[in-house]
């Protein structure tokens, strides 16, 4: 009987993130990467596009400002091609790409765009497809997933790269991002993205976002995040 573990599994990565665009994790969920390494628990950043549609940058400069922000991030990152940037699509086969990244890397936590539908399309789409690819990686008959053994990941959360892209209605999770070191490497690694910062300054209005969502935690700053299941704990105490 074949064996479909692989021979040497790699070590599980607890956070997984993935991204539209080469920016879209800096700007929506930057901060809270940075507290997360620093806390000693790896990251592994997952982009699917190069950033090609976008007005300033070329792909090549693209690529490596994401190195250079996932570098400052203490993150890993690699690049997926699906359709191409503005050019996503809903589909099956993409899930199942994602999936199989799930179960390669065996996640604890993943974070994708929110779902909401009045932001770049890609975004939402990618939020969408990276949560079919959670539920995917569970189960054990999926022959395309036959490489790795199926993996169940612990909390899905979504970030929202701008205010747009915030869901109503729902109260986010709100991380302390406050730590002047996180708020350093955080708004370094936005800076990395210079090409981008033509269009409009990006690490101003992001850092704004932090403040406001800090204001509501009454902490410095923060960052939201959304979950995708309830968040269960054993005992009122553990919310502190
Ligand atoms: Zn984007």
């Known amino acids: 009987m074949t064996k479909l573990t692989p021979k040497s599994p790699r070590k599980p990565v607890p956070l997984l993130v993935f991204g539209a665009h080469p920016d879209d994790i800096e700007f929506g969920c930057g901060g809270i990467i940075a507290g997360e390494t620093k806390a000693g628990h790896a990251a592994h950043f997952v982009v699917c596009s190069r950033g090609e549609a976008g007005t300033n ?32 699509e809903i589909r099956a ?3 199942i790409k994602l999936a199989s990244i799930i179960r390669r890397l065996r996640p604890s936590v993943v974070l994708a765009p929110t779902v909401e539908l009045n932001q770049h399309p890609d975004h939402w789409r990618l939020g969408q497809l990276v949560r079919d690819a959670t539920r995917l990686a569970r189960y054990g008959g999926l022959k395309e997933l036959k490489k790795f053994p199926s993996h169940k990941i612990t909390n899905l959360f979504f970030y929202a790269v701008s205010s747009d892209a915030e869901p109503s209605g729902a109260p986010p999770v709100l991380i302390d991002i406050s730590p002047p070191e996180i708020i350093k490497a955080w708004t370094g690694s936005m800076e990395a993205h210079a090409s981008q910062m033509k269009t409009r300054n990006y690490v101003e209005f992001q850092l704004a976002r932090a403040k ?8 410095k700053y923060a960052q939201a995040l959304y979950p995708n299941d309830s968040l269960v704990f054993e005992s009122l105490a553990q919310l502190g």
């Open 57 to 88: 940058g070329t792909p090549q400069q693209r690529v490596a400002e994401a190195e250079r922000a996932a570098k400052i991030l203490g993150a890993t990152l690699e690049f997926l091609e699906l359709d191409g940037d503005a050019h996503l």
């Open 212 to 219: 406001v969502h800090g204001m509501r935690a009454s902490v």
């Open 93 to 95: 086969t993409h899930a």
